[in-house]
């Protein structure tokens, strides 16, 4: 109506500049509904003793489906357009770190990386990737995945297109967390027995630097230039900052007392880390330009895998123990609400919907 109005009174005025203002203002109202509309996105979160995912629309923060997968869903990753989604499954029993495998023997057969399609919200395929994968990370193009096999200390490079192997690099022993430098395409591994993070470059398929960090590395993450890369070490209770131009340590960020760091989120700007402290039942919130804890924001317990909004608004963490997701409201540095899903939450995924 009010651009109906405007219209009116052009008879009295200039017609080309009122053009020009309603123009204008359907190209913004225009903007506004794409903008509106790209907010729209669905939270995948892999439940590693129920055997399923969880899926929760971003918009309402309400569970709106479920569905099995396979055994032991752990990393769980979308590709950069959103299409596909991919879940490491494995047939080991879950059991502390040092216990004797051969008391519980492993389902080798349930092993894989199972492939999801986020619309129909259901398992279309399942590819065996290796012994035991765990976390892995995507390629910048969407065309590689990068797994983390513990049984034989290696990083598989799987192709997305058919799940068939391109090749494996040898690293040490319980390799655990993957990461892309976004910029160059560098692949870190981090590996917990010995406490070392192994820089890759995967066209060449060859080792490039080993990275000394102790303290049972998990995770990592890269800021959006590149430049740093950010270890979360659970025994140690830190965070090791590496230069990735020189391979090297940087720092170690130490968080509160009783943290064991697991998953590490970068915001946006790359302003801010987000680390899960695990048992600590917090996630840290680290300034990047300064290295220093900046606050903590009480979540559930056990708080593992997390993963950010699409405008970074939102941070979600699966909390193994309490059996739920923690919704954080970044800005204001604080819970909004719990959401029980299955049972073991681990690892968190984003993808942005149409509705």
């Known amino acids: 109506m009010a651009l109906l109005s405007h219209w009116a009174q052009c008879r009295h005025t200039n017609v080309s500049r009122c053009c020009s203002v309603i123009l204008g203002s359907v190209l913004v109202s225009a903007a506004l509904s794409v ?101 892995f990370a995507i390629s910048k193009d969407g065309k590689f995945a990068f797994i983390a096999n513990e049984d034989d200390a290696s990083a598989a490079i799987v192709d997305l297109s058919s799940g068939q192997s391109r090749g494996k690099v040898k690293v040490s022993e319980e390799p655990e967390g993957m990461g892309v430098n976004p910029v160059n395409g560098e692949v870190y ?44 070490c659970e025994s140690g209770g830190y965070v090791a900052v590496i230069d990735t131009a020189l391979h090297e340590l940087f720092a170690k960020i130490k968080l509160p007392q009783g943290s064991l760091p697991m998953g590490t989120a970068i915001s946006i700007d790359g302003k801010e880390l987000f680390v899960s402290t695990g048992r600590g039942n917090t996630v840290a919130v680290i300034d990047t330009r300064t290295n220093a804890v900046s606050a903590t924001v009480p979540v559930g317990a056990r708080a593992w895998g997390i993963a950010l909004s699409p405008d970074g608004s939102k941070l979600y963490s699966a909390n193994g123990a309490s059996d739920d997701v923690s919704v954080v409201d970044v800005n204001a540095r604080k819970e909004l609400k719990r959401i029980k899903v299955g049972s073991g939450p681990w690892g968190v995924t984003i993808v942005r919907t149409h509705k």
């Open 189 to 232: 591994v981090t590996c917990e027995e010995k406490g070392e993070v192994f820089a890759i470059a995967p066209d060449e398929q060859r080792v490039l630097a080993k990275i000394d960090t102790g303290g049972r590395p998990r995770s990592v993450a890269f800021l959006p230039g590149g430049s740093r890369a950010y270890v979360a």
């Open 35 to 135: 903008s509106a509309e790209s907010q729209h996105y669905d939270v995948f979160v892999s439940n590693e003793r129920s055997g399923d995912v969880t899926v929760i629309d971003g918009t309402s923060d309400a569970v709106v489906a479920t569905f099995p997968v396979g055994k032991r869903p752990r990393g769980i990753h979308a590709t950069p357009d959103g299409k596909r989604i991919f879940v490491t499954l494995s047939g080991s029993p879950r059991m502390a770190p040092g216990v004797d495998t051969e008391r519980a023997p492993s389902d080798k057969a349930a092993d894989g990386l199972g492939v999801i399609d986020p619309n129909a919200r259901k398992l279309i395929d399942r590819w065996h990737v290796g012994s035991d994968p765990e976390q």
